[in-house]
Every structure is written in structure tokens, then in C-alpha cells.
């Protein structure tokens, strides 16, 4: 629930932006996402603004700040407001205000492409212009939401209904973890560019595919039917090295292997960097208690490279035969659930061993995965949640499996009882994929 405290007020763009006037000094924060409006976004601005001057006033939308001491940090509304700092620039010599902007070079190439779109619109509509210029400063207003509490403020973004796009959990989840990083603010904006060299859509799957549902799965837990949500992000949250941790024993080895790998990386940084030394990775595994704050971006970062490194983003051709016959089918969705389960069982073996005994794991994973398409009618995210968490085959939860294991060797006594017989499904999967029905059946009696 949002407290009482919110401060809201409408203004004219002229007290928000204006050096004299503004009482207000904005900073959009390393957790932002970067600037990104299109040329079309900021002709449909402009000619929004053309058609509304007719009226006594045009609302341009809703800013929600965080109050951060003396600053105030842009949570949402960071697009309308860049964009209307540069039209403002374009259009008057009145001293404006000083925008903090993270150096992402996504966000310089369209503040730099944007200020030109805006220049040349102006050059072929000289009589826009004019309009604009007389309307736009004074009559253009904007609601203002200001909060002390920062969770609260993404809460509200979060619920509102505005034009731009609503944070996702894991946009949550790198705020969280920039705060929790404590010093300079050179290492804040190392880790934020980290994440975002990162594909968007990589992250989300990342997070949506595999590390949510094997944290949950391993423990033997529902995936909600939603998916990952922001009800999910506790999940991704762990030990603060600020905090006293002196009653979590638990955490004492975790940040102990911390120290040690930051320490030995500081101590030998000079060899490192003539590559005379290997530098020290840490040893995440996903079932381990998130460190919050730097390590939290690395964690994301090594499983990024993880999934890339075996082909697991997108289904192509490589040494994974599953992999290369599912992308062959045509009728690829009638698999998709269960391939989904397959690429998701197999990361989480790789990360809790090694791809020493990738074959193994290919086998074992592949005959558990694909089950539920021999045995059940009808195969959805639903049922392939019951089929992991709670089914009546006799067949074991594999990720809780992998959970308890000590040795990969462990997975080769991993029960899957395939009796022709008791699937119903076959001569269907055979006319959809009969490479496939040959696969799972071989070696079985």
C-alpha cells in the first residue's frame, strides 16, 4: 500500500525545466533504463503539442520522483522529459535546467539523434515552430508525484497506466541491487552498464525460464500461473554485506568466498592485467542465497554467458541433438512446453556440475522432459508445472533431484519408467517428429 506521503502538484514544463524558476534538481539514476524514444515518438510529441495549442493547456503526462536528499531521481517519465529538454533547447535561449543523464552510449546516440529530428522538424515547419515556441514552455504542464520512500515510488510506477512502458521485475530487481552498492559511484555505473550490454529480451528469459523456476522447482514449489512477477523478486534477494550477519551462520562461508576471490583479484590485479594470472571467478550456483549489490550483476552476467555459450537463447544446430531436432520440426509448438522444461532441467544440472558429463545430463533430461508429451492428452505451462511439482507417473521431481545430488554420477539412477505401453501418445508424436520417438526410445527395452 502507497503512504500518505505523496507529494503531487501540476506544472508548467517552463518551472520544471527552467534554470531560474525550477526548484526542482532532476537526476535520472544509474537504474534507469537508457534513453530511447525514436524519431517517431518525438514527431508524434511534437505535432501532439501543434494540435493541442488551440487549447488553454496541454498535459503531457505524469512524472513520479524519488525525493534522494537534496536531488530529486526520476523514476518514471525520464523519455518526456529528456525529449522536452531538448525541444526546449532548440527553441529558446533561456538558461535550462542541468540534467544528470548516465552515460550509456544508447542514451547519447538518441539524445544526439533526437536534438537533429527535432532541428530539421523545425527547419521544414517554420510555422510549427512558431507555435511551439510560443505554447510549449508556458502551457504544457505536467503532474509531478513525489515520494521519500523509493519501493513505494516503483510500486507506483508499476500500477500506473500511463503511455510508458511498465517496470518489470527485473527492473526492480537492478535498483534493489544498485542501492545495495555502497561507495563510489563508479562501481554502480559498471555494474548498470553490465546489465545493460545484456539483450533485454535475454534478461527476461533468463530470469522468466530458468533461474525462477529452479529456484522454485528445486524446492519443490509452484511456478505461479502468471509467471515471474514482481510478487517473485524476494527470491533474488539475499545477504547485504552491510548488515551484521553475525546470527546468519548460513551466510559466514558465502561472503567468506567472496572476500576471498576480491581479495585475491585486488591483490594480484597487476598480474591479472598482463594476463600472467587468470582472474578469480566466483563459484554462483543458482540455488545458492543471492549476494546483494555488485555480486547480484555478476551472477546475472555468468548465467547470461552460460545460456549463450550452449545455444539455449535460441534453438539452433550445435553438438545438443535435442536441440538440433526440435528446431528442425515445423510443428515446432506442439513441443515447445516440453522443450522449454528440457533446456531449464539441463541448465541447472550444468551449473550444479560441470558439461564433463553434458551427454548424461542430455540423456536424463531429455527422457524426463519430453514425458508429459507421451503421457498426457493435452501439455501447457499448467501441466508441466503438476508433471514437476506433483505428479501420479512415479516419476521424481528431477530439479529437486539435482538439488540433493552430490555427484553427476548421481543422475544415472534418476528413475524414468518409458513403457510403451503406458504412453498414450506415441503413434501422435511419431507422425509429428518420428526422429524424435526414436530418440527417446533408445536403449529401452
Not at 76 to 101: F, M
Not at 297 to 320: C, M, Q, R, W
Request: net charge neutral; charged share 25%.
Amino acid at each position: 500500500m502507497i503512504s500518505k506521503q505523496v507529494n503531487t502538484y501540476f506544472a508548467s514544463l517552463k518551472e520544471l525545466l527552467s534554470k531560474n524558476i525550477s526548484r526542482t534538481p532532476l537526476i535520472i539514476p544509474d537504474y534507469q533504463r537508457p534513453y530511447t524514444w525514436k524519431s517517431k515518438n518525438v514527431i508524434q510529441l511534437l505535432e501532439d503539442i501543434v494540435r493541442f495549442s488551440k487549447y488553454p493547456e496541454y498535459r503531457i503526462g505524469t512524472i513520479i520522483l524519488h525525493k534522494n536528499g537534496d536531488t530529486f531521481d526520476i523514476v518514471d517519465g525520464q523519455q518526456r522529459i529528456v525529449t522536452s529538454l531538448l525541444i526546449a533547447k532548440c527553441l529558446t535561449e533561456e538558461a535550462l535546467i542541468s540534467l544528470e543523464i548516465p552515460e550509456h552510449p544508447k542514451t547519447i546516440k538518441h539524445i544526439v539523434d533526437n536534438f537533429n529530428i527535432i532541428s530539421n522538424y523545425f527547419e521544414r515547419n517554420p510555422k510549427n515552430k512558431e507555435i511551439i515556441k510560443n505554447f510549449f514552455l508556458s502551457n504544457c504542464t505536467i503532474q509531478v508525484l513525489i515520494l521519500e520512500n523509493i519501493d513505494e515510488a516503483f510500486q507506483l510506477f508499476d500500477s500506473s497506466n500511463n503511455r510508458g512502458k511498465a517496470l518489470y521485475p527485473t527492473d526492480l530487481l537492478k535498483a534493489f541491487h544498485l542501492r545495495e552498492i555502497h561507495g563510489s559511484d563508479e562501481k554502480k555505473l559498471e555494474m548498470s552498464e553490465l546489465w545493460e550490454n545484456i539483450k533485454p529480451n535475454h534478461i527476461h528469459i533468463l530470469f522468466s525460464e530458468y533461474l525462477y523456476r529452479i529456484k522454485k522447482w528445486s524446492k519443490n514449489k509452484d511456478v505461479s500461473a502468471w509467471g515471474f512477477s514482481n510478487y517473485d523478486i524476494d527470491l533474488f534477494k539475499g545477504i547485504s554485506e552491510g548488515n551484521k550477519n553475525d546470527e546468519l551462520n548460513w551466510a559466514k562461508s558465502i561472503l567468506m568466498a567472496k572476500n576471498f576471490v576480491d581479495n585475491f583479484n585486488s591483490q594480484n590485479q597487476v598480474m591479472i592485467d598482463f594476463n600472467i594470472l587468470p582472474k578469480m571467478n566466483y563459484a554462483f550456483q543458482i540455488d545458492q542465497p543471492i549476494i546483494n549489490g555488485e555480486y547480484f550483476f555478476k551472477y546475472v552476467a555468468h548465467y547470461n554467458s552460460l545460456l549463450d555459450k550452449h545455444g539455449f537463447y535460441s534453438d539452433v544446430e550445435n553438438e545438443n541433438s535435442i536441440l538440433s531436432l526440435y528446431v528442425k520440426k515445423s510443428d515446432w509448438s506442439y513441443f515447445k512446453y516440453v522443450q522449454s522444461l528440457f533446456k531449464t532441467s539441463m541448465f541447472y544440472a550444468l551449473d550444479k556440475f560441470s558439461d564433463s558429463d553434458y551427454e548424461l545430463f542430455k540423456n536424463v533430461c531429455f527422457k524426463y522432459s519430453y514425458f508429459p508429451r507421451f503421457y498426457l492428452e493435452q501439455v501447457q505451462e499448467k501441466s508441466i508445472n503438476k508433471f514437476v511439482v506433483r505428479n501420479n507417473t512415479g516419476i521424481d521431481n528431477l530439479f529437486s533431484y539435482i538439488s540433493q545430488s552430490f555427484s553427476s554420477n548421481d543422475l544415472a539412477h534418476f528413475q524414468i519408467p518409458i513403457h510403451k505401453e503406458r504412453l498414450k501418445n506415441v503413434d501422435r508424436v511419431k507422425n509429428k517428429s518420428e526422429e524424435l520417438v526414436t530418440e527417446y526410445f533408445r536403449g529401452e527395452n
